[in-house]
């Protein structure tokens, strides 16, 4: 599973297997939690996160919402995603 994307100790990863299960998500590492998070409402479809982290993934996912959408496809077709600039 590719990185996508790293800040403030928060790791971004998509899996590019083809036809990863939708909705559309990212799966987000910070120290010991996991969190995956659906691109288009940001809803937690999984895991846990401290909120400070999680508002920040939820931030960045609103600012990338269509360069992630286009990763997503890239990895529905079996291709790795592009990185995507980090939260600043």
Known sequence: MPTIS????????MYFAPKEHNPPHVHAYYKDFRLTMNIIDCNVLDGEMPARQSRMIQAWIEIHR??????????????????????K
């Not at 790293?6 to 990863?13: L, P, S």
């Not at 269509?66 to 939260?87: R, S, T, Y």
């Open 6 to 13: 790293m800040f403030f100790g928060i790791i971004v990863r």
């Open 66 to 87: 269509d360069e992630l959408l286009a990763d997503w496809e890239l990895c529905q077709n079996g291709e790795k995603p592009f990185n995507i600039e980090p939260l």
